[in-house]
């Protein structure tokens, strides 16, 4: 048996971060993924200010300028509504999965991680510590970090299921044609129940699809159609797969297993993006179980991971009450209202998509306007 400090399955953004973090701290860290990179992955691939930032911190470059497109204009609709087109806005980033995994995962190799990408996982024997191939090899590790996804196979053998139905989002998306030089990001509030549309324009196509509360879209699939009627897109083959957004696990693992990245439920609650709290958790996720590998008591890492989520943690908390606004039957119309109208409702979302400011700044913004929405919303003014 290959015996090694840390295995880290799952070679996304939580993982790669992960994988790149321990085995720079001189850990020796195996790397784990069913797929081999680069490979095609079912995302918006929006790449906010947060996440630019958190990529530099965590790999010590920016993210490759060839893999991504930054626009700076937006349209923001809302039931079929025009709410406003903003120019000159701080700059979002959108980039292809396929291409910043790839990036991420080579960061983690050059850093000493054992790559063991293509290979798929038989078994966790967690009382043993050991990680069985499908090929037959059995790994041993010290701190194991499930980093592999909303439908977490490390998440599974934990709780017995990845996510809870009733909170889980789904998305549905499609890879357009060529978008025009000039497009803007676009957003759509309502294209999907307590969720939205977007259509991101990149450097080969147009990302285009809708997101939303599972459970709350049982007719996700004709909304989804309806949607794309807007673009005069037909035919295009539509993928889909679930986002744990709202569905935190706030004690994200057991002992010496963490779990990281969408497989821990750190999705944004309100915007879906997932890359930024991904990479920052596989980074907090391998810091916490450098930490206890050092202390030789590799079952104090959940304890310190969960002391260094606590900002992620904390902002998962206050989107989770600021949808209730945006989403909210109750305070829809009101929003709405206040979004086309309001300069500065407009300016804290887009200081938000760009990372300048964090959800409890926002939250408080939020509260102090929450009279004039219950007003609005009881006016219908």
């Not at 039931?79 to 790839?102: Q, Y």
């Not at 539509?238 to 693992?253: E, H, I, N």
């Not at 260094?308 to 039957?329: D, K, N, T, V, Y």
Request: charged share 25%; aromatic share 10%; proline share 5%.
């Amino acid at each position: 048996m290959d015996q090694f400090d840390v295995i880290v399955i799952g070679a996304g953004p939580a993982g790669g971060a992960a994988a790149h973090v321990a085995a720079r701290a001189g850990l020796r860290v195996a790397l784990i993924d069913r797929h081999g990179f680069p490979r095609d992955k079912l995302c918006g691939g929006g790449f906010t200010g947060r996440s630019y930032r958190y990529y530099e911190e965590i790999f010590g470059a920016p993210i490759p300028e060839e893999i991504i497109l930054t626009k700076h204009s937006v349209e923001f609709h809302a039931h079929g509504e025009e709410l406003a087109r903003i120019d000159g806005i701080p700059p979002i980033h959108m980039t292809m999965r396929r291409d910043m995994d790839h990036s991420i995962v080579r960061h983690a190799l050059a850093s000493g991680a054992e790559d063991f990408t293509g290979c798929a996982v038989e078994a966790l024997e967690f009382d043993t510590r050991n990680v069985v191939l499908k090929d037959g090899r059995r790994l041993g590790y010290r701190v194991l970090i499930g980093a592999d996804g909303a439908n977490s196979l490390v998440a599974r053998a934990l709780y017995g299921r990845a996510f809870d139905h009733d909170r889980i989002g789904f998305g549905l998306e499609i890879e357009g044609p060529v978008p025009a030089k000039d497009a803007p990001v676009r957003i759509d509030f309502g294209a999907a129940e307590w969720g939205y549309g977007w259509n991101f324009p990149k450097a080969g196509s147009a990302t285009i699809g809708i997101g939303g509360v599972h459970a709350k879209n049982p007719e996700m699939k004709a909304a989804m159609a309806r949607y794309l009627e807007i673009f005069g897109v037909e035919g295009a083959r539509v993928k889909g797969a679930f986002l744990p957004f709202g569905d935190v696990r706030w004690s994200p693992g057991r002992r010496e297993v963490l779990l990281a990245g969408d497989a821990a439920g750190l999705v944004d609650p309100i915007t879906g993006e997932g890359i930024a709290y991904a990479m920052k958790s596989g980074a907090l996720a391998a810091e916490a179980a450098v930490e206890a590998i050092r202390e030789n008591h590799p079952p104090r890492a959940l304890t310190l991971y969960r002391m260094g989520l606590r900002e992620i943690h904390s902002a998962m908390f206050h989107a989770r009450w600021i949808r209730q606004i945006i989403f909210g039957r109750a305070f829809r119309g009101a929003f709405v209202r206040a979004f086309k109208g309001s300069g500065t409702v407009r300016y804290q979302y887009l200081r938000l998509m760009a990372g300048e400011i964090e959800y409890p700044a926002l939250a408080w913004a939020t509260a102090k306007k929450l009279p004039g929405f219950v007003v609005r919303s009881v006016s219908g003014r």
